[in-house]
């Protein structure tokens, strides 16, 4: 097919909009086919709930996000993408961002599942109505402006986001202090991080816990036992620091005690070691101890300094890097080779994904499903890296971030991008 090539390019970039593919002849490029993949809709439709969570959260407390895990979304969600799906094919045409009948379908549904949250999730009877500020409001609507309403007893015309182009909104009468149990959850910050990652900067906690939140379903971490193991792991392997490049600045011990080609060559180990008489020679170490392992060559292919330890978990070896490139182009679309460009594995977003790659190729998250016991944490680090002697301490690091309770109520599902179907 002659625009097979441009089709599967957009499909692989994540279908940001429809493909339209003339079939006629020049003499008549009205006849067209419209794809429209269920990824796009989904997308789109994700945007009204994206609103409606980020707008309820502005006013809950600062680290806490209304918890829509509860709520059954499924009949708000058919209608939603019923009223996409139809608008898009009346369309046939390549999806506009500012499409006023899809901008105007979103805006409503946002409104109606905000309403949704306040009384299921939140729990609150009653709300404040708020109309735009301008002479565009209906005379109905603007009669009803800041005066408060019931939820059980809608007003003329139905509550906010009912009435079709209403520009109005619901603004919960909230109090603080009595928000419901189980009604709130926490949100995966930077803040919440440093208490695994003491020593690290704040702007790269930041960027760690942004990207963790987008992965919280995707990377089965949807768990308190899944989260925890996940970042008592890490942080035996990024250090308090959350480092996201592996060093090799190793002392005579350290080098014989980490590596078994050193063990083997003690000899080595004090020629390239950190010593009084000379500094380590990083390079030098990484190229003989990672040599021909995990897909990398000898040691004067250099291989094992190029390929060494990057990101949360530590992706290692040529061979490693080329399966995180496959997964990550065939997860975001991204033409990224972190073969050919290794150190983008150490920018915060991918030192996240090459985390979630590695605990989800390796099926982690069942071993956490046992239990936050120390013969899961075992079981886990026995599939990371079953010659380290570092068993004790993760265990202690998983005892430590469980006993600690930053993360025993942190939301299951993304704040910052919540989907439809994570929420069922």
């Not at 020679?281 to 060559?297: C, H």
């Not at 040691?299 to 990057?310: L, Q």
């Not at 985390?355 to 990371?384: H, K, M, N, P």
């Not at 004790?392 to 309770?405: C, L, N, P, V």
């Amino acid at each position: 097919m002659r625009h097979e090539s441009k089709f599967a390019a957009w499909i692989r970039s994540g279908g940001k909009s429809v493909f339209v593919l003339p079939l006629g002849p020049v003499r008549a490029p009205e006849v067209k086919f419209s794809v429209v993949p269920d990824r796009l809709l989904d997308s789109i439709i994700d945007d009204a709930l994206a609103t409606a969570v980020a707008r309820l959260n502005g006013f809950l407390p600062e680290g806490v996000s209304v918890d829509i895990s509860s709520v059954d979304l499924t009949a708000i969600r058919d209608q939603l993408r019923s009223s996409v799906a139809d608008r898009l094919t009346e369309t046939g045409v390549a999806v506009d961002a500012n499409d006023p009948v899809i901008n105007a379908i979103l805006t409503r549904y946002a409104e109606a599942l905000s309403g949704l949250f306040q009384r299921d999730a939140l729990l609150l009877e009653t709300y404040i109505w708020r109309s735009a500020d301008d002479g565009r409001v209906r005379a109905v609507h603007a009669a009803n402006d800041d005066q408060v309403f019931a939820w059980s007893a809608p007003p003329a015309g139905g509550h906010p986001g009912q009435d079709w182009n209403c520009r109005c909104k619901a603004e919960p009468v909230l109090d603080p202090q009595n928000i419901p149990d189980a009604a709130v959850c926490d949100i995966l910050t930077g803040d919440r991080l440093s208490a695994v990652f003491p020593e690290a900067p704040e702007d790269r906690l930041a960027q760690i816990a942004k990207e963790l939140d987008l992965r919280v379903v995707s990377g089965r971490l949807d768990t308190r036992e899944r989260l925890i193991h996940f970042l008592a792991q890490m942080r035996q392997e990024a250090g308090g620091s959350a480092r996201l490049l592996e060093g090799f600045n190793y002392s005579v011990r350290g080098l014989i005690a980490t590596y078994r080609y050193f063990r083997e060559n003690p000899e080595e180990a004090e020629r390239f070691a950190r010593t009084e008489e000379h500094p380590a020679d990083q390079v030098a170490i990484a190229n003989l101890a990672l040599a021909n392992r995990n897909g990398n060559g000898d040691a004067a292919s250099g291989d094992g300094w190029a390929f060494r330890g990057r990101g949360l978990l530590q992706l290692t070896g040529r061979a490693n890097y080329r399966e995180f490139t496959v997964w990550h182009q065939g997860t975001f679309g991204e033409p990224l080779d972190f073969e050919a460009d290794p150190d983008r594995a150490a920018e915060p977003v991918y030192a996240v994904r090459s985390a979630v790659f590695f605990w989800l190729e390796r099926d982690l998250a069942g071993f956490a499903d046992q239990g936050l016991i120390e013969s899961a944490t075992d079981a886990i680090t026995e599939r990371i890296n079953h010659d380290t002697d570092s068993y004790d301490e993760r265990r202690q690091h998983m005892a430590s971030i469980r006993d600690g309770g930053q993360f025993d109520s942190i939301c299951r599902f993304s704040v910052a991008r919540p989907r439809f179907e994570d929420a069922e």
